[in-house]
């Protein structure tokens, strides 16, 4: 007899992924940044810092107002001394894109990094001796920055990068290389031999089992997911989580409003219905709740795209658009800047759907005045100025409510 596919309304499966993401229900602030890691499996990283770089704004996100330094402790590893050598919790690899990753999943990127040493490149091929080169100066002289193994640019472009800068980079996509710390927001390169415990090394899983084991944790970090969410979260073909979603333990469902095909649920989000109150907070446009477009506009009808690398005469929203998430939607979005003691709201816009009635439109004003405050004693502001607000009628209520 053909088995019935758990049916999830589109509510349902929106709270589920609140959950999961730990932005829904009290959130496990005894284990802090080290247990919101291993919860969602991996934080992307980018180079671009308005409030504050994206790894600490999806901690703050989902933690509060923590503390900045203790949020960049609960990811990198302390430099060793002469005597002691900090055992690593985090390790930064290539998973959705540039991670932070759980250390305990180093066994689990083996299939990827037997990819990269069988196709012998990661972005530019590198000189053999070039590699042999940072092996060297690694194991002599200790963990160190591309500066410190010669330089990372040749003076051009970005991409014009030093010989032993690409080899650094291939050495890290194969697994010969590790980094478990940054300084001055600059890679700090070891070999894995070093820095990477014994027991971790010493796993070889299969191809398969790396997959299944990561399919599985993106189930868990996401709740419930499409087949095109579940490969994108860890980055994996569509057809390799066909071969091993039902061996990853994950349930189909079918969700209203999500097309006709079936999704996956991962046990523990259908173990009991999600409870408990909802985040209000400006999120990093990197963070996993809305890194896929596809799915954010899915599961919230919310159009989410990063204009920092659009001419700035075509963007619509601004450089660093964050999200505004309350009450479990995402209802708005702020793009903000400093100036000095100040957070500075450039443009600020609330969604339709917040606004249908003068209740709700009153409720995002306070949402959003609220968000706006909290983010600004987080970075260290004792002032909001919002430059535009759209819609501006809204302007002086949202004054009101900021002072």
């Known amino acids: 007899m053909a088995v019935t596919e758990l049916s999830l309304s589109a509510a ?25 890691l291993r919860r969602l499996g991996a934080v992307q990283l980018d180079t671009i810092s308005v409030l504050a770089r994206s790894h600490e704004l ?87 920055t591309a500066t410190g193994l010669g330089g990372a640019k040749k003076g051009g472009e970005w991409f014009d990068r030093t010989d032993h800068k690409i080899a650094a980079e291939f050495l890290l996509a194969t697994g010969e290389v590790v980094c478990t710390r940054r300084t001055g927001w600059r890679r700090v390169y070891d070999l894995a031999e070093r820095a990477i ?70 046990p523990e989000a259908l173990a009991a219905p999600p409870r ?40 619509v929203h601004g450089y660093f658009t964050m999200p505004l998430l309350a009450g479990g939607r995402l209802i708005g979005r702020v793009d903000p800047a400093r100036e000095g003691g100040t957070l500075i709201a450039r443009k600020a816009s609330l969604e339709p759907a917040a606004l249908s009635t003068p209740a709700k439109a009153a409720r995002a004003v306070t949402h959003l005045a609220q968000a706006l405050r909290e983010a600004a004693g987080w970075v260290g502001c004792d002032a909001v100025r919002v430059e535009r607000l759209d819609p501006p009628e809204l302007a002086a209520p949202l004054r009101a409510a900021l002072s």
């Open 12 to 36: 349902e499966a929106r709270r589920m992924a609140l959950r999961a993401q730990g932005l829904l229900g009290a959130p496990d602030r005894r284990g802090g940044v080290r247990a919101m």
């Open 276 to 315: 408990g109150r909802h985040r209000t907070t400006l999120l990093s446009p990197f963070d996993s709740l809305v890194w896929d477009r596809r799915r954010t506009q899915r599961m919230f009808g919310f159009d989410h795209r990063l204009e920092a690398y659009v001419p700035r005469d075509k963007r």
């Open 197 to 266: 415990p014994a027991v971790l090394r010493d796993r070889d899983p299969d191809d398969t089992e790396c997959v299944t084991t990561l399919v599985r944790r993106a189930g868990r970090a996401m709740g419930v997911a499409t087949r095109a969410d579940l490969a994108d979260y860890v980055r994996v073909r569509g057809d390799q989580v066909d071969t091993v979603v039902e061996a990853a333990g994950l349930v189909p469902v079918t969700v209203t409003g999500w097309g006709n095909g079936t999704a996956w649920a991962h």
């Open 58 to 144: 999806v901690a703050y996100a989902r933690l509060g107002p923590v503390d900045r330094a203790a949020v960049e402790a609960g990811y990198w590893t302390p430099p060793a001394t002469p005597t002691t050598r900090p055992p690593p919790h985090a390790f930064e690899y290539w998973s959705h894109a540039a991670c932070v990753l759980p250390i305990e999943d180093w066994p689990l990127y083996a299939f990827r990094r037997r990819a990269y040493r069988r196709r012998g490149y990661h972005w530019h091929r590198a000189p053999e001796q070039a590699c042999a080169d940072v092996l060297a100066r690694l194991r002599a002289d200790g963990p160190l």
